[in-house]
């Protein structure tokens, strides 16, 4: 499903662009959990922020939202890393075993922080902002290249499961993918967000749900382990073309709230 980040840095993009109001970013947080603090990971983090340290007492996210603000800041990049893919985490250390754990980053590159959400009680998700060692823009891919990507990835995939003879239909897989798609948290997203990055979000969140009941325990035919394996390997390109979709269309929201403030400035 969109991760806690994405809501984030659409909506605190759209607050710091005059497209929403604060209480807007905060209310579109509770699809995530009912409670959010925020904290710093170390004393740079910290100072930057005015964030408390982790295991003291924490912060609110309006606090982080006024930091940002004051701080200057003019993007916020979604990543979403997976062992052996940490691109645009800006090197190792804390931040991107963070990352890794989460599998929901932003990176703040202009500020040389991250920051990864994590829940860590029923209900209560913490947001902990990282100074990064070697700051770096992550790699940019348009939108349009993203789509065509995920179209790509379905082809592949689908011909790569019917040669394995892992894609026949099984009972009630209809019902699966409405039941996967109905647990999924109902993100609303600011007024402005473009359009095609919304669909684009929308055909990822279809094809994940189609990823989820595909990769379950009993997949159609799939009965073996070596079977399983050669799943995995099918799908695992459409997988990365989803996560791809998904940063693309959130940096592309993140730009366009960005580029109307530029333009009536």
């Not at 309006?62 to 800006?90: I, T, W």
């Amino acid at each position: 499903m969109c991760r806690p980040s994405a809501t984030f840095a659409v909506w605190s993009s759209a607050w710091l662009n005059g497209a929403a109001a604060s209480d807007d970013v905060l209310d579109a947080l509770l699809a995530w959990g009912e409670a959010h603090d925020v904290v710093a990971a170390d004393a740079a983090a910290a100072e930057a922020f005015g964030l408390p340290l982790a295991f003291n007492r924490a912060a609110t996210p309006v606090q982080l939202l006024v930091a940002l603000r004051s701080q200057g800041a003019k993007s916020l990049h979604l990543v979403l890393p997976v062992p052996g893919d940490v691109r645009g985490l800006g090197g190792g250390g804390p931040f991107t075993e963070a990352a890794l754990r989460s599998g929901d980053a932003l990176v703040l590159p202009d500020l040389g922080f991250g920051v990864v959400p994590e829940p860590i009680a029923e209900g209560l998700v913490r947001w902990t902002v990282y100074s990064l060692p070697s700051p770096t823009p992550p790699e940019h891919l348009a939108l349009g290249e993203a789509e065509h990507g995920l179209t790509d990835a379905i082809r592949a995939s689908a011909g790569a499961l019917q040669a394995l003879d892992v894609a026949s239909d099984r009972p009630g897989v209809r019902a699966e993918l409405s039941a996967h798609l109905r647990s999924r948290p109902d993100v609303d997203w600011p007024a402005g967000t473009p359009g095609r990055a919304l669909r684009v979000l929308q055909r990822a969140e279809e094809i994940a749900a189609i990823l989820a009941v595909a990769s379950s325990d009993d997949p159609g035919g799939a009965l073996s382990a070596s079977a399983s394996t050669l799943r995995a390997q099918a799908l695992r390109p459409l997988s990365d073309a989803v996560r791809a979709a998904r940063c693309a269309a959130v940096n592309e929201a993140v730009r366009v709230f960005g580029e109307q403030t530029a333009r009536e400035g």
